[in-house]
């Protein structure tokens, strides 16, 4: 996370590291006991299940619990030229125990919507800047949603938004996912204090840079999507 301070304990509860030979490689949140959501491209290289494990808690080490990875499954839909259909679900070989510090975060009704200039929250153990290494402390940072409208400016992103996307940050960049927070949450809360996970950090150009923000996969563009492959 580009400027992003370090989180709290307990504070991002379904935040999960998701690693590869125990390298941590990308986000994932949790939304039940044994399924997480993440992005499809954090699987491009490394296809094999068994060799991909998930792990829980504000750091990466020691995590606070670990789960091998049963399978993976990425959206009919996705090619890794493309950046649409970013999108996998991940089911664990057990049950996570939840605690204080690790628990499921909600999804939306395919039907909601959510307004730009609204402040959400992003979440990683990924890079500090463009180029930089994954960190082993969970940190986070806010950010607002950017319209479709401005996202798709020339000097933006232009035709590279797709339905399915959307950009959050800021125009003049500073706040930003960066590499390896891919495939974790962007949560807001409602008025009654319920979290809600409404975007996976999914592409951008650099990390923090003025008129680069950051893309997401839209949850509810995908809900049903979601429902189908996991009955969540």
């Not at 399924?35 to 998930?54: E, G, R």
């Not at 670990?66 to 089911?91: L, T």
């Not at 990683?124 to 950017?146: C, H, M, T």
């Not at 049903?224 to 492959?229: E, F, G, H, L, R």
Request: proline letters at 5%; glycine letters at 8%; aromatic letters at 12%.
């Amino acid at each position: 996370i580009a400027s992003g301070v370090i989180a709290p304990k307990a504070a991002w509860p379904w935040q999960a590291s998701l690693q590869y030979d125990n390298i941590h490689q990308c986000g994932a949140t949790l939304i039940s006991n044994t399924w997480l959501v993440t992005a499809a491209h954090c699987f491009q290289k490394y296809k094999n299940p068994h060799q991909w494990t998930v792990s829980f808690g504000t750091k990466i080490n020691p995590p606070l619990m670990k789960r091998n990875v049963r399978r993976f499954i990425i959206h009919e839909k996705y090619r890794s030229a493309a950046r649409e259909y970013d999108i996998a679900v991940v089911q664990v070989s057990s049950r996570v125990t939840f605690s204080d510090d690790i628990r499921q975060i909600c999804l939306p009704e395919a039907s909601a919507s959510f307004q730009p200039n609204l402040t959400v929250h992003i979440t990683g153990f990924g890079a500090l800047y463009y180029g930089g290494e994954s960190q082993n402390d969970l940190r986070e940072a806010r950010v607002k949603i950017i319209s479709d409208d401005v996202c798709k400016q020339p000097q933006v992103y232009g035709n590279d938004i797709k339905p399915g996307m959307f950009c959050a940050g800021y125009m003049e960049g500073i706040y930003d996912a960066c590499r390896g927070d891919a495939g974790g949450p962007l949560v807001t809360r409602d008025l009654k204090d319920t979290w809600y996970l409404i975007g996976i950090v999914s592409w951008g150009d650099n990390c923090g840079q003025k008129d680069k923000p950051g893309v997401y996969t839209q949850v509810t563009y995908y809900r049903n999507w979601i429902a189908s492959k996991t009955g969540i």
